[in-house]
């Protein structure tokens, strides 16, 4: 209030208003999808894996909401888990495959979402950098899986030769992204 009464003072003294640093919407929009991915990747191999892999999209959530690394981390590590009982139980490759690209794209994404949160403000328009980090992460993941898959499909059918082939590719490309 000012000295003359009914007159409010309206300066502002910081000359900045609040930024929101909460976690970036289309990242955590992104990763909770990756987390329901996961999720169907597990129930799809055994229902084994449904439970946690169902908290863990619960948690993940909660960490983005809460723009908590830790938890998302917790979350995450959860999905995996339910990926790791529907292997236990005798689910085939191919829904562990997709239940552990999208545990490790929830992890990946969630984390640059809390970063680009915490950097920028979540009113900054960033969905243009949220966008090119999920592509290139679900890029690299999908060949990294791929690469996986063939050196199971290579091992099964007794090939050591194609399987010490995949890996050595794979530990290549993989030190080549890491490199940059």
Known sequence: ???IRGMRDTSDTTGVDEIDRSPAIVSTTLAVGAGVVSLL?????????????AVGVLVLGVGLVRGSRRILTAGAGLLFVGVLLAGASGAGPEPLVVGTLGAVLAWDVGENGIGVGAQLGRE???RRVELVHAAS????????????????LAAASGQPLTALVFL????????SVLDR
């Open 1 to 3: 209030m000012s000295g």
């Open 168 to 175: 050595l590719f794979g530990a290549i490309l993989l030190v």
């Open 137 to 152: 992460s679900l890029a690299v993941g999908a060949v990294t899986a791929a690469l996986g898959y063939g050196v199971y």
């Open 41 to 53: 990747g597990s129930a799809l191999g055994s229902l084994a894996g449904v439970a946690p892999a």
């Open 124 to 126: 900054a328009d960033t």
